[in-house]
T-cell receptor, first 116, second 114 residues
Framework: DVKVTQSSRYLVKRTGEKVFLECVQDMDHENMFWYRQDPGLGLRLIYFSYDVKMKEKGDIPEGYSVSREKKERFSLILESASTNQTSMYLC???????????????FGEGSWLTVV | AQKITQTQPGMFVQEKEAVTLDCTYDTSDPSYGLFWYKQPSSGEMIFLIYQGSYDQQNATEGRYSLNFQKARKSANLVISASQLGDSAMYFCAMRESTGNQFYFGTGTSLTVIP
């Protein structure tokens, strides 16, 4: 089974702190994603990466950066945490798509971040 | 424009009854995949069902079926014989064949009443 592991399940950080959220997948997937989930807003894409050292901005990249130094690891960085970044963060990875956009997305368990 | 629209923020269903969760999508790609995920209160996302755009028949997986109406661009999830454990958030998603992204709806919170 594919496994996507997020290093921290629950975090509490202070405003202005630098925060690292780590994600590791064990299926050699090229594509990895970071989403943010908020009530009523669903999942919003922050950044994604389709290869080592490659990254693309998603819909809400402001206040975030990412790092992909190894294929299996995709890190989300909050350079200076703010209270409006309190949220649940989901990491995911996918296989290359088939001809019908198939192959599902695999998620980690989520990281609940509270910024105080 | 929203790629995936879920218009029901919350739904209630009696235990053992069937329930339909609505999803409409928007794409100009002739090849795409449609997915439904369940998210219990614990937070993990659980894959439920997949429908390819060229599939002739509606997808089914146990008590889950996907009512795929291509002309209407709708992909509603039907859960038959609801159970208390079905109470969760449900997300509809789409992946186009031309990209690497998944597009998610805002979700529907389903509560099963005993």
């Amino acid at each position: 089974d594919v496994k996507v592991t997020q290093s921290s399940r629950y975090l509490v950080k202070r405003t202005g702190e630098k925060v690292f959220l780590e994600c590791v997948q064990d299926m050699d997937h090229e594509n990895m994603f970071w989403y943010r989930q908020d009530p009523g807003l669903g999942l919003r894409l922050i950044y994604f990466s389709y290869d080592v050292k490659m990254k693309e901005k998603g819909d809400i990249p402001e206040g975030y950066s990412v790092s992909r130094e190894k294929k299996e690891r995709f890190s989300l960085i909050l350079e200076s945490a703010s209270t409006n970044q309190t949220s649940m963060y989901l990491c995911a990875s996918i296989e290359p798509e088939d001809s019908q956009g198939g192959n599902t997305i695999y998620f980690g368990e989520g990281s609940w971040l509270t910024v105080v | 424009a929203q790629k995936i629209t879920q218009t029901q923020p919350g739904m209630f269903v009696q235990e053992k009854e069937a329930v339909t969760l609505d999803c409409t999508y928007d794409t100009s790609d002739p090849s795409y995949g449609l997915f439904w995920y369940k998210q219990p209160s614990s937070g993990e996302m659980i894959f439920l069902i997949y429908q390819g755009s060229y599939d002739q028949q509606n997808a089914t997986e146990g008590r889950y079926s996907l009512n795929f109406q291509k002309a209407r661009k709708s992909a509603n999830l039907v859960i038959s014989a609801s159970q208390l454990g079905d109470s969760a958030m449900y997300f509809c998603a789409m992946r186009e064949s031309t990209g690497n992204q998944f597009y998610f709806g805002t979700g529907t919170s389903l509560t099963v009443i005993p």
